[in-house]
């Protein structure tokens, strides 16, 4: 299975400011077809999770362009400017390559 | 407009059948495959099937054992079913589809416990 490692665990960021989430797959996530399967999630306190970014750098459909995603094969961020009270939450990558698909333990955006 | 919503039992005693129904609108289950996804409470995600749009089906060997995933094309409905439960099934079960940017809609969630 592939493994994702996010970091760090939780996240304390002044409004205004930016703030960067890392996350790192045991494998490369880089298809043949040249598109990376990897993804970003929000889960909003007591809410479903919903897409941000999709293969790595993709903003989803009504997602703020505050929102970003790089990276490489297997090493990618989710940076995040100007952050809002609304960003609060937890975020998690994934990955669509193959099967079980996986995500990473999470990171919790708080504001300061 | 695109919608998923899980419904099932939210209490299931110990080594019982759980039994989860997934019905969607706005889309089609021919044209989309349709994921569950599972949540302990204050834990992470976790993948636990699909069915895809074809009909087929694939799983998380971790469950595989215990787990079914079917459908009823002509209700918009996905069904999943797992037996043998325990209480560290005790979780949020998702539905949620997979559109060409990836899970690009989830449904609400259901709750479900298992405990005597």
């Known amino acids: 299975d592939i493994v994702m490692t996010q970091a760090p665990l939780s996240v304390s960021v002044t409004p205004g400011e930016s703030a960067s989430i890392s996350c790192r797959s045991s494998?490369?996530?880089?298809?043949?077809?040249?598109?990376?399967?990897v993804y970003w999630y929000l889960q909003k306190p007591g809410k479903s999770p919903q897409l941000l970014i999709y293969?790595?750098?993709n903003l989803a459909s009504g997602v703020p362009d505050r929102f970003s995603g790089s990276g490489s094969e297997t090493d990618f961020t989710l940076k995040i400017s100007r952050v809002e009270a609304e960003d609060v939450g937890i975020y998690y990558c994934?990955?669509?390559?193959?099967?079980?698909?996986?995500f990473g333990s999470g990171t919790k955006l708080e504001i300061k | 407009q695109v919608q998923l919503k899980e419904s099932g039992p939210g209490l299931v005693q110990p080594s019982q059948t759980l039994s989860l129904t997934c019905t969607v609108s706005?889309?089609?289950?021919?044209?989309?495959?349709v994921h569950w996804v599972r949540q302990p409470p204050g834990k992470g995600l976790e993948w636990m099937g699909v069915?895809?749009?074809?009909?087929?089906?694939s799983y998380n060997s971790a469950l595989k054992s215990r787990l079914s995933i079917s459908r009823d094309t002509s209700k918009s409905q996905v069904f999943l079913k797992m037996s043998s439960l325990q209480t560290e099934d005790t979780a949020t079960y998702y539905c949620?589809?997979?559109?060409?940017?990836?899970?690009?809609?989830w449904g609400q969630g259901v709750m479900v416990t298992v405990s005597s």
């Open positions: 069915m895809w749009s074809d009909g087929d089906t």
């Open positions: 293969r790595m750098s």
């Open positions: 949620a589809r997979v559109g060409p940017p990836g899970f690009d809609y």
């Open positions: 994934g990955q669509l390559l193959e099967n079980p698909l996986t």
């Open positions: 494998k490369s996530l880089l298809h043949s077809n040249g598109i990376t399967y």
């Open positions: 706005g889309f089609s289950l021919t044209s989309y495959h």
